[in-house]
């Protein structure tokens, strides 16, 4: 663990900019820390671009699912809002772990849209988090 601290490519914490005392269940908690590995064993390999990544719970505002934190795209920090993602799955009837892996790819999408230089543009990381999520294809970005 030490040393995984001392490799980082940035000393940027998620709770300088969110808040982060939330409560989610233990369910969710093992969940997304499955899915951090899942995603560095195969996406993540495929891409060829970061090592690693981190998923934090965090409390967003306006019913935001996920969110990338700006400046960190050489190690991906993306905070997740459980309780967003709850409610937006029960309005449209969504199976919440669908949407907790999606949210993440789609935030890994603006990662690279911001390592390649290029703008922040919603469409093209949609499509990238739903092309992977259907069809396990992965975009170009
Ligand atoms: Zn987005």
Redesign the pocket.
């Known amino acids: 663990m030490m040393s995984k601290f001392n490799d980082r490519p940035h000393d940027y914490e998620i709770t300088w900019d969110y808040d982060y005392d939330v409560q989610i269940s233990k369910e969710h908690k093992s969940y997304l820390d499955n899915q951090v590995k899942t995603i560095t064993y195969n996406l993540l390999k495929k891409l060829k671009v970061f090592k690693e990544f981190e998923v934090h719970p965090v409390i967003l505002d306006c019913g935001s699912l996920g969110v990338?934190c700006v400046g960190t795209c050489e190690l991906p920090i993306i905070g997740i809002d459980i309780d967003n993602i709850i409610e937006g799955c029960a309005k449209y009837d969504v199976n919440v772990y669908t949407a907790i892996r999606t949210t993440i790819y789609?935030?890994l999408a603006?990662a690279m849209q911001e390592y390649k230089g290029k703008i922040?543009d919603?469409d093209e990381?949609?499509k990238f988090a739903q092309d992977y999520e259907t069809f396990g294809f992965i975009n170009n970005i």
């Open positions: 990338f789609h935030e603006h922040f919603e990381a949609e």
